[in-house]
Structures are given as structure tokens and as C-alpha cells.
């Protein structure tokens, strides 16, 4: 569910939750309920939490191995701005956990993935002592393969599942087909696997799927990790200041689009509307409800989701956007129509701040982007629901044998190393001298590191969110500061930080809902066709799931 | 008969270039050759005993044998997957999909209520119908007039480029299609740019749901009418100079040549592809249209391929989807069979005779 031309995978450096909040989740969180509509059920839907959830849960066990010269603070991730040299780096795993078995993982990719057995992932496998084949998959439609893929008999050893592909059936198929990691993970058998177990007891919560501890989770930040990114380079040579609010953005790119030269405002902006006009979180199905004023709300119902559709219709109509970007996926990548200058400002995962500076800089060292600050729909501060604390993640499957889900975790918790290890800047950088060189003390990549050391080992494992380019800290503090702010705005909604499993019949109740947005904002559709569609909705089952959230919600109790 | 020979030779040259979707009635093919060897006295050949007849066969139904039981795997087999339409298939309920279908509990015909109540089906099986006929109209014929063109060359080396040129757009695959397009029809493709400089705004043939179709048929035309003339042009191939020749002596002139000669030798294999079309009628392009979909929206793109694939794989609610698709193969039979029909009543083949 986040924009689907996310083009830049979010990145492993991109996210933090620092130990500091998840230590404060843990001991301050609110006191979690018993029982679970889940675990004890046949059906395995609905939640755990409370108790149930503390049986399961791995211990925390901190680990710090360099301060974070920029603390977490707001549900930011923590900032890493200063190099390591090479002779300082500690090391995480002390003995190689793998047993030389193969693994075979199946992982969205955003880009061109490299060939399989390039010089990195030859690296990874030697240091880590698993045979790892990668299936990687185009992250835009990874959610159209992955149906089909859980259906079939021939899975393969590892899947990678983004949080917004948990559509439809997809969270029945997980509980159905993926393994128990809690005879490995919970409790103080996490000390096995050192890296993994300083991983936020708040991203584990969000492993826990039908029950039980199915996924290693990808620990990100709470603050929305969608951001309106415009060409910081490009704005100071027109002289344009940033928008301050909605009319604001709109006369400005009425302003800015100058389409004979090719130069449109922005792209499609539905995203960043959504966060402007506060709109209740779309990046995870549990998250569009809320409670308010003692009656559970989805986001489809509420009068600040016209009006976020409205605005973008706007842009739409006065011609600001970009024809491709009219055209959605057909069109092409957003991310290549910012780089070449053809659009300002467009709507993209955070992690792209630094994606695309650092894509970009070899060629245009001018090349600068910057995340414009939300603003609310009269200009004043925004209203921010938060993300999940961790919305990717990493199973394995039930018929894997025990060896398999050691090296399996073997890997992760190899991935899992913190900044500051010689695992991390494997990890995050590859091999020193083929992937980057250190010059002046700060290590570069290559261009064979760009094109290798992208993607994949990513999401098998990451410690607790953190952003970490030595090698741009301008990047590097401008992210974290823009979460801090963001964050100061940002409140959790009543299903925060619970996976939440819904039952079957109501699974595909809101399918179309995507569609229709991309229709109306568009111009196809009316704002009226919206409001039948709700009605529709509702009529259809979503009073129903209405009550079944109400009751999990009475019943389990919220995690935040 | 003026026609028995040409149709017959036409029929032939047809062959190496069927599909495999038409490969099933090889068998059935080859006992007709057969037969015809010896068809002096049909009765007799009716009269000899299925042992002699296999006998006499051998070799061909050795030769089909591939052919047919490929068929089987992967046409007849699946069809009994069928019967989840029937129930509320979940294939997550066992390790192992087709094992889920014994587990999963029988509905009766509560999908195809639910299909019939949905607007958006509906949607589908209508813009599916347009497409269909305004590619009957305008791509079908294109082929053909390709073929004409093309078979009046004589120059074999001219000849050759202009095939090799056609042909090349059916091996591009359809994201290449459509990026062509785009780049030349899109909003900021060449046409909207060079207008822009003139000041005339708002040319994006990409993105307007009103001239989709339009634009869904030209895409078709480009990448696949260079592929569709290679039957007709062995058609073509078959039919003796001597005709020609003939008539050219008799004072006939090029367009009379092109009447009375060309197109009667055309006409059989027009009548099976048209036969074939028909059948065919409920699929007119997945891909292609999946992949503009968000372009011009659901309500003008989606056709019961795509709207199958929809419900079925990106939203995993399967039985729905086999209970659409089993509703398009009902209605595709029932085309097919009265396609053939009419076939028979003008005098053709069609695609099989009692």
C-alpha cells in the first residue's frame, strides 16, 4: 500500500527506532490484555498480544556498539553520521552460525538485480556459511506473484513479504504455510542469535502472526515513511520557496510547470495528500481503523480522505502532474522522471533521499534533493498517524527441516549486525577494494557496489532502525530531523503495532479501494462514486468487520 | 466444384503454421488425408474394422500421440479444477493447493450469484465484446490486405526485408509495446511535445479512457498483423500461375484477377480463421491491458481476462475467479459451435464437420 511506483527499496540505512524507544515501549507500554482471537481459534485470525504475546516474544538484550551521534527521538531512527575506520570495527558474530546448507529466498527487488552469483552475495554466503540462492522478484508487482507463489506446493525455502502486499488472503497463507520460529526465538533463546536479540521487542510483536512467531521483522521507524521529496538543486536556481500549504503547493506548481520545456510540478502527490489532510494510515490494513469518540472508524469513512483525494484531483486537473505519471505503472519510474529534472517534487519512501542523491552524485556532483516538512490542510501543523514499527518480513517455510531454519537464522542475525561491525559494512557496503574504497576516511562505493550491494540481504534481518551514510552525513541528518519533526506530530492509532490476521470472508472487502482512489484522482470517477463505494462497503460486510475489530480490540487490547 | 482444388491445397499449406491450440484434432486430420487417399468408394473405407483402420493409421496416430497427450495434461486435466467455482476454495488450508480442494467446503452456485450481482463484471464481459468486434473489424482484414500487398512484390529481396519488418513487432513483448507508444502517443511523448511548441495543448492518447479501445487495436494491428499474414501468404503461395496466366489471356485485369482468382483461394482460410476468432471472442488481450490499466482506469480496460486474474491471483479469491472463467469458457463453446454453424451454411469447411 505504499505508492506503487516504489521504485527504491527501503533501504536497510533508512530506518531507526532507537534502543531508547523500544526500551520505553517495553517498559512503559500500556498494560497489554490477555487472551487473543488468534492463537487458541482454529481459524487463526485476529491478533495476539498481552500475556499471549509475552510467552512468544523474544527477551531484548541491548547492544550497542557505537552511540548514534544523532539520538532517536520522536519514533525517529537513530542517525549515524561519522565514518568507522576500518581497524575500529568490532565483531558481532564471533563464529560462522551457518552449516554450508542452501537456502533458497524469494525477495521483492527494486531495480535491476544483480546476477546470482556476483561478488557480494559470494562474500555474504562465505562469511555467513549458507549457500544463499536469491528469487529476486520486481518489488512494484511483487504482490501479484505472491498469491500464486503461496499456492502452489513448491514455495520456496525463504520468503520476503513487504507489510502493504498483506492482502486479500496473503495473512492466511502465511500462518498456513510458514514456520514456528518461537522454539528458536522466544524467550532467552534469542541470546543464540545476539544481533537478533536486540532487535525492538515492538517489531517482534509485529512477527507475531496467527499466533505465533512467525516472521524476523524489519525494525522501521513510526513516522511515516512516505515523503514529499522535491529537487532541492533546482528549487534554488529558480528561486522557488518551499509550499506551505495546500493552495500554497497548488499555485506553486501551476507556477513551476513549464510542460513545452518538460517540466512538470510533481508527480502523482496522492501519498503525500493523504499525510497533509491527515488521513488515517493506509500502509497496513489494521491501521485504517481508529477509534473515535468510542466508535472504531476506517479511514475510507472519514471526511479528511475525500478531501486528500480532492487535492490531488486538483493537481490532476490543472495539468501539474506529469502525463506519465497519469499513466501509473505503464508509465514508467517516478524516480527516473526526478533525477532527469522532468518533475520537482514527488511522493516517495524516505530511504529515496539518499537513494537518489547517492545514485546520482557520480554524474551531477549539483544533484541535491531535500523532504519538504508536512504541513496541515489550512497551512498549520499536520496530523500524522504513525506506520507500523515493522512492515517488512522474513519467513520460512513449514517444511523446512531444523538445520534450515538455524542457517536461516544464521543469516539474519548476520544481517542484523548494528552499525558500527565489520557484519554492517559486509552488509551495507560489501567488499573493501571491490564494492567501495575509504577516501579521506570515509568509505565510497563503487560503481560495482552500487549495482551489487543493493536489495536483498536488506530484509533478512536489520537491527533496531537506524539511518547510517558516513559518506553523505548532510543525507544522513536531514533524514533522521525530518522523522524528529515529523514525529512530533505523529499519534498511534488503535491497532498500532499489532498484526492482525482478518477473517477470510471479508479479506477482499476493500480491494478495490486503491483502484477507485487512482481513478478519482484522476478525473474518472466523482468524489460521489467514492461515497457509494463506502456505502457499499459497508453494506457488504464493513459494519461487520467493524464489530470483529471492535470485539479483538475489547477482547486484546491495544498495543500501544 | 471451381473451388475444389484451391481450397483443398489451401487447407493443406494452412497446416504448418497452426497453433497448438489447434494441434488436438491432428489425429482427426490425418485420418481424413488418410481417408481421402482411398475415398474412390467412401462406403467401402466406412466398412473396414477399427483393428484395420488403427492399422493403417499406425503412423500418424504415433505422430499425434505427443500432441494429444500434452493436450490432455494441460487442457483436459485442469478442467477438473474446475469444480472449485462450487466451493470456497482457500488453497492455504493444506501444505499443498490441490490437496486444499478436498478440505475446502461446497457453496453450490453462491459465486456465480455473486459474480451475476457485480457491476463490474458486467463492466468486463461488455468492453470484452467491443473489443472483440471493433478487432474483427478493424485488425482482421489488415492481415489479409498485408498479405496481398506483399504477394504482389516480385522482387524476392524486397520481399524478404518487408516480411522480416513485419514479423519483427510480434517478438517484441508487450511492455516494449506499450513504452513505444507512450513515447510516441503519451502526454510527453514526441506528438504532445512538437504540438506544445506550436501551442496546442492536451494531446495524451495514453491516458483517455474515451479512445482506449481505439488505441488497445492500433497497439494490436502494430505488434501482430506482420504475424498473422504468414497464412495467408502460403495460402496464396499455393494457388498455380497458371490461373493467372489464364486469365490474363482472357483480357482479365488486375483487380479482376484479385476477385475471381485471389480471394476464392483466400476464402477458406478466412472462413477458419474467422471460425477461430469467434471461438476466441471473450479473449482479446491480457497483458496489454493489464498493463494500462491504471492508466485509463478499471471501467475501460478491464475485459473477463483481466478481470479473472484480478479477482483470482492479485486477490487470491480463487473460486470466484474459476467460477468467471468457467462462465467465459461456457460462452466462448456456444460462440464457437454457432461460428461454425454459419461456417457450414456458406458452403465452408469451418473448423470441424460432422
Not at chain 1, 567488499?431 to 533478512?460: M, S
Not at chain 2, 503412423?59 to 493436450?71: C, E, F, I, S
Not at chain 2, 483436459?76 to 493447493?97: H, K, R, T
Request: aromatic share 12%.
Amino acid at each position: 500500500m505504499t505508492p506503487n511506483s516504489a521504485t527504491s527499496a527501503p533501504s536497510r540505512r533508512s530506518f531507526l527506532a532507537s534502543t531508547a524507544v523500544a526500551a520505553a515501549a517495553v517498559a512503559g507500554g500500556a498494560p497489554l490484555l490477555s487472551a487473543c482471537g488468534g492463537s487458541q481459534s482454529g481459524s487463526k485470525d485476529g491478533t495476539t498480544s498481552g500475556k499471549d504475546a509475552a510467552k512468544i516474544l523474544p527477551a531484548y538484550v541491548a547492544s550497542t556498539v557505537v552511540a548514534p551521534d544523532i539520538p532517536a527521538k520522536n519514533g525517529s531512527a537513530a542517525g549515524f553520521s561519522k565514518a568507522i575506520p576500518t581497524a575500529d570495527l568490532k565483531t558481532s558474530v564471533t563464529k560462522k552460525l551457518g552449516s554450508g546448507g542452501r537456502l533458497r529466498i524469494m525477495s521483492p527487488f527494486w531495480g535491476t538485480p544483480p546476477k546470482g552469483d556476483n561478488p557480494y552475495y559470494k562474500a555474504m554466503n562465505e562469511a555467513i556459511g549458507v549457500d544463499v540462492t536469491w528469487q529476486n522478484q520486481d518489488g512494484v508487482t511483487y504482490d501479484e506473484k505472491l498469491g500464486a507463489v503461496l499456492a502452489s506446493s513448491e514455495i520456496p525455502d525463504v520468503v520476503v513479504v513487504p507489510g502493504w502486499n498483506l492482502n486479500g488472503k496473503i495473512p492466511g497463507a502465511i500462518n498456513a504455510k510458514f514456520a514456528d520460529l518461537g522454539p528458536y526465538l522466544s524467550g532467552d533463546k534469542v541470546r543464540d542469535y545476539p544481533n537478533l536479540a536486540a532487535v525492538p521487542t515492538e517489531a517482534w510483536q509485529r512477527g507475531i502472526f496467527g499466533g505465533q512467531l512467525r516472521a524476523i521483522p524489519f525494525p522501521a521507524p513510526y513516522v511515516t515513511d512516505i515523503a514529499p521529496l522535491y529537487r532541492k538543486d533546482l528549487f534554488d536556481k529558480k528561486g522557488y520557496s518551499v509550499p506551505t500549504s495546500p493552495d500554497d503547493f497548488l499555485s506553486w506548481a501551476k507556477e513551476a510547470t513549464d510542460a513545452r520545456s518538460k517540466v512538470w510540478a510533481c508527480d502523482d502527490m496522492k501519498w503525500t495528500a493523504f499525510n497533509v489532510f491527515g488521513v488515517l494510515s493506509g500502509s497496513d490494513k489494521a491501521l485504517w481503523w481508529n477509534m473515535d469518540g468510542g466508535k472504531l472508524v476506517n479511514r475510507i469513512e472519514t471526511e479528511e480522505y475525500l478531501e486528500a483525494l480532492e487535492w490531488t484531483r486538483k493537481l490532476y486537473a490543472a495539468k501539474v502532474v506529469h502525463p506519465d505519471a497519469v499513466s501509473g505503472k505503464a508509465g514508467g519510474n517516478a524516480g527516473n522522471r526526478l533525477t532527469s529534472g522532468q518533475v520537482l517534487v514527488y511522493s516517495q519512501n524516505i530511504s529515496d533521499w539518499w537513494g537518489k542523491t547517492a545514485e546520482q552524485r557520480t554524474q551531477n556532483p549539483d544533484f541535491e534533493i531535500a523532504a519538504f516538512d508536512f504541513f496541515g490542510p489550512d497551512g498549520g501543523d499536520p496530523k500524522l498517524w504513525a506506520v507500523q514499527p515493522a512492515n517488512i518480513f522474513t519467513f520460512i517455510t513449514k517444511t523446512a527441516s531444523e538445520q534450515q531454519i538455524k542457517d536461516f537464522l544464521a543469516v539474519c542475525n548476520f544481517c542484523a549486525a548494528p552499525y558500527g561491525t565489520k557484519e554492517f559494512m559486509l552488509t551495507a557496503y560489501g567488499v573493501e577494494g571491490t564494492h567501495y574504497e575509504t577516501e579521506k576516511g570515509l568509505p565510497v562505493k563503487t560503481t560495482q557496489g552500487v549495482n551489487e550491494v543493493n536489495g536483498a540481504f536488506d530484509y533478512t534481518g536489520n537491527p533496531a532502525p537506524y539511518i547510517a551514510y558516513p559518506d553523505f552525513p548532510d543525507v544522513t541528518r536531514g533524514m533522521v530531523e525530518w522523522q524528529q519533526r515529523m514525529g512530533a506530530f505523529t499519534t498511534k492509532s488503535s491497532f498500532f503495532g499489532l498484526t492482525v490476521t482478518e477473517p477470510n470472508r471479508w479479506a477482499n472487502l476493500a480491494d478495490s479501494f486503491e483502484q477507485l482512489e487512482d481513478d478519482v484522482v484522476r478525473g474518472r470517477k466523482k468524489i460521489s462514486d467514492m461515497q457509494q463505494a463506502v456505502s457499499d462497503w459497508k453494506s457488504k460486510g464493513g459494519d461487520e468487520l467493524r464489530d470483529w475489530y471492535k470485539k479483538l480490540l475489547d477482547d486484546t487490547g491495544s498495543a500501544n | 466444384m471451381s473451388h475444389n482444388t484451391v481450397p483443398r491445397s489451401a487447407g493443406e499449406a494452412k497446416n504448418p503454421a497452426r497453433t497448438p491450440a489447434a494441434s488436438g484434432d491432428g489425429d482427426g486430420e490425418g485420418e481424413r488425408k488418410g481417408t481421402r487417399a482411398r475415398s474412390r468408394d467412401p462406403k467401402r473405407a466406412g466398412r473396414l474394422s477399427l483393428r484395420l483402420r488403427f492399422r493403417r493409421d499406425r503412423t500418424l496416430l504415433l505422430m499425434a500421440l505427443p500432441a494429444v497427450l500434452l493436450l490432455l495434461v494441460f487442457n483436459y486435466i485442469p478442467i477438473l479444477g474446475n469444480v472449485v467455482a462450487f466451493q470456497e476454495y482457500d488453497p492455504y488450508l493444506s501444505e499443498n493447493g490441490f490437496v486444499a480442494i478436498f478440505q475446502s467446503p461446497w457453496v453450490g452456485f453462491e459465486q456465480f450469484e455473486r459474480i451475476f450481482a457485480d457491476s463490474a463484471f458486467w463492466h468486463a464481459v461488455q468492453n470484452t465484446f467491443v473489443l472483440f468486434f471493433l478487432q474483427l473489424v478493424l485488425f482482421f482484414p489488415v492481415p489479409i490486405l498485408l498479405a496481398l500487398l506483399i504477394n504482389s512484390v516480385v522482387r524476392p529481396r524486397v520481399r524478404a526485408i518487408a516480411q522480416a519488418v513485419m514479423y519483427l513487432p510480434h517478438f517484441f513483448s508487450w511492455v516494449l509495446v506499450v513504452t513505444v507508444f507512450m513515447q510516441i502517443f503519451g502526454g510527453a511523448g514526441i506528438i504532445a511535445q512538437t504540438l506544445r511548441q506550436h501551442g496546442i495543448e492536451g494531446f495524451d492518447l495514453m491516458t483517455n479512457p474515451d479512445t482506449f479501445k481505439y488505441l488497445v487495436t492500433a497497439e494490436t494491428i502494430w505488434k501482430d498483423a506482420g504475424w498473422g499474414i504468414i497464412v495467408f501468404l502460403a495460402a496464396l503461395s499455393s494457388v498455380s500461375d497458371d490461373l493467372y496466366e489464364a486469365a490474363a489471356m482472357d483480357g482479365a485485369g488486375r483487380w479482376r484477377r484479385l476477385w475471381h482468382i485471389t480471394l476464392p483461394a483466400l476464402r477458406p482460410v478466412i472462413a477458419l480463421l474467422l471460425v477461430l476468432r469467434v471461438g476466441d471472442a471473450l479473449t482479446v488481450g491480457f497483458e496489454q491491458l493489464l498493463l494500462q490499466r491504471q492508466a485509463v482506469g478499471v471501467d475501460a480496460s478491464d475485459v473477463l481476462d483481466t478481470y479473472v486474474w484480478w479477482n483470482g491471483i492479485r486477490n487470491q479469491d480463487f473460486s470466484y475467479a474459476a467460477a468467471a472463467g468457467l462462465i467465459k469458457g461456457v460462452v466462448g463453446l456456444a460462440l464457437v459451435l454457432t461460428a461454425n454453424k454459419v461456417a457450414h451454411l456458406m458452403g465452408e469447411q469451418g473448423v470441424y464437420k460432422k
